[in-house]
């Protein structure tokens, strides 16, 4: 098992930054990947940026160069910073955890956390 627990959303000017963070507990050694996902109302849940277990990372075309994610193995954190904010990088942020064992794929999600750019 793996709990997620994510902060750092916010209120802020458009051009403006924010850092979101993930805490990673419990069984965090068996973690793949660790990524962010947004939602924004009446829109699908889209992955934003992803880091592997190596440390490896990608990101989608919309973001690319304006976010960054990296993670802290000694506090078994993971943070996007983003920075340039437009008014559609407005979502719920989601952390997601992405376990693999042999065949199975077992997703952990956090509870959210709101970003609201203002134009």
């Known amino acids: 098992q793996v709990q997620l627990v994510e902060s750092g959303g916010g209120l802020v000017q458009a051009g403006g930054s924010l850092r979101l963070s993930c805490a990673a507990s419990g069984s965090t050694f068996t973690i793949n990947a660790i990524g962010w996902y947004r939602q924004a109302p009446g829109k699908q849940r889209e992955l934003v940026a992803v880091?592997?277990?190596?440390?490896?990372?990608n990101y989608v075309d919309s973001v690319k160069g304006r976010f960054t994610i990296s993670r802290d193995n000694a506090k078994n954190t993971v943070y996007l910073q983003m920075n340039s904010l437009k008014a559609e990088d407005t979502a719920v942020y989601y952390c997601?955890?992405?376990?693999?064992?042999?065949?199975?794929?077992?997703?952990?999600w956090g509870q959210g956390t709101q970003v609201t750019v203002s134009s």
């Open positions: 997601n955890a992405r376990v693999v064992f042999s065949i199975a794929t077992t997703n952990y």
């Open positions: 880091i592997s277990s190596g440390g490896s990372t």
